[in-house]
């Protein structure tokens, strides 16, 4: 089974202050995403990276930034953070879901701004 | 663009019955369905999926038949038990896409 671990699973932060959240995954996929969950609103995709150095805008990237240094490693960005972004952040790795493969998400990172 | 709908927000059962959680998308492209589940403070993880017309996908009791004329995909269980408690995701991608897009979710629990 594919692993995907986030770092920090909890977090809190002020407003105005910069938060990395990060993502690891062992299974040597391509892609990588960033997602959030609101109720009501099941997944909203913010990032996503097709392999190392790539970064793509997913449907709300407004107030985030995303960073792939690596094929392994795959970074959330907040450089102003907002209590409009309390949320839980979720990470995906997979290889191209058009063809219908499946998503392996991490464990969630819970983030509140206060 | 491309679209998912859950229609129920939150679903309450007791254990032993049947039940349908909705699923109705809006694509172009010749599409790819996918059911994620959710259990509380998890990943969610994929239940089953399925693009091929009119055929009956089943995983963990559950089954799913993808109905392209009708452009749904509803998720069913004949006889739900407590486990099943979770929140269900209803996805959807299509040929030539990188993405995933996710329905609203349903919360499905389940009484003693």
């Known amino acids: 089974e594919a692993a995907v671990t986030q770092s920090p699973r909890n977090k809190v932060a002020v407003t105005g202050g910069k938060v990395t959240l990060s993502c690891n995954q062992t299974?040597?996929?391509?892609?990588m995403y960033w997602y959030r969950q609101d109720t009501g609103h099941g997944l909203r995709l913010i990032h996503y990276s097709y392999g190392a150095g790539s970064t793509e805008k997913g449907d709300i990237p407004d107030g985030y930034k995303a960073s792939r240094p690596s094929q392994e490693n795959f970074s959330l960005i907040l450089e102003l953070a907002t209590p409009s972004q309390t949320s839980v952040y979720f990470c995906a790795s997979g290889e191209r879901t058009g063809a219908g493969n499946t998503l392996y998400f991490g464990e969630g990172s819970r983030l509140i701004v206060v | 663009g491309d679209s998912v709908t859950q229609t129920e927000g939150l679903v309450t059962l007791t254990k032993g019955l049947p039940v349908m959680l909705n699923c109705t998308y809006q694509?172009?492209?010749?599409?790819?369905l996918f059911w994620y589940v959710q259990h509380l403070n998890e990943a969610p993880k994929l239940l089953l999926k399925?693009?091929?017309?009119?055929k009956r996908t089943e995983h963990q009791g559950f089954y799913a038949t993808l109905h392209k004329s009708s452009s749904s995909f509803h998720l069913q269980k004949s006889s739900v038990q407590l486990s099943d408690s979770a929140l269900y995701f209803c996805?959807?991608?299509?040929?030539?896409?990188?993405?995933?897009?996710f329905g609203s979710g349903t919360q499905l629990t389940v009484m003693p």
């Open positions: 399925s693009s091929t017309d009119n």
């Open positions: 996805a959807l991608t299509s040929s030539g896409s990188w993405q995933l897009i």
């Open positions: 299974n040597n996929h391509n892609n």
């Open positions: 694509t172009t492209y010749s599409p790819f």
